[in-house]
């Protein structure tokens, strides 16, 4: 491989995975979206009756893991051999490349959550699942925070 496509390769690598980076999205009790900032929420008041670790999904984009892991899979690939073998390299490079690219947004933009069970003191018993920014224990006294259809829990 040249020293110009492997400086390109790299490159080209490491904006991928700054690109993932940057798509991790917290889901956290004190995290906000810039349309939530200033809307009404309902309060609610309750006890925690039980709680557990989940793990919360990351995001699968078209646009950044799988299409950036075709980009450098394919560039990587194409120095295989020469004159077919380097087409036939490409393509296998990028199909590869894709489907590991868009593996490691999903495990970059995955995040550590909880399942919250809260008895409401209206009698309801609801659970709630976001990141885990706060601890909570069994009987521990919280609010609910509901709007837009959106529900967080805090202390």
């Known amino acids: 491989m040249s020293s110009y496509r492997l400086i390109s390769v790299t490159l080209i690598a490491s ?4 690109t993932l980076a940057g798509c991790a999205s917290n ?3 004190n995290d906000y979206s810039q349309g939530q900032a200033r809307t009404v929420q309902e ?8 709680v557990r670790p989940v ?7 078209p646009m950044v893991g799988t299409l950036g892991g075709a980009v450098v899979g394919g560039l990587a690939g194409s120095e295989v051999g020469g004159g077919k073998g380097s087409i036939v390299g490409s393509v296998v ?3 590869l490349g894709g489907m590991g690219g868009s593996a490691i947004e999903q495990k970059v933009t995955s995040q550590n959550g909880v399942q919250i069970t809260i008895q409401l003191d209206s009698g309801r018993m609801i659970a709630v699942t976001q990141g885990a920014d706060q601890v909570f ?3 521990d006294r919280v609010q609910v925070l ?5 529900t967080r829990v805090t202390h």
């Open 137 to 139: 224990n069994v009987g």
């Open 27 to 29: 889901s956290g009790s």
């Open 15 to 18: 904006l991928f995975l700054s």
């Open 146 to 150: 509901s709007g837009n259809g959106v």
């Open 93 to 95: 490079g990028a199909v």
């Open 55 to 61: 793990t919360i999904n990351g995001s699968q984009t």
């Open 43 to 50: 309060v609610s008041m309750g006890t925690v009756t039980a």
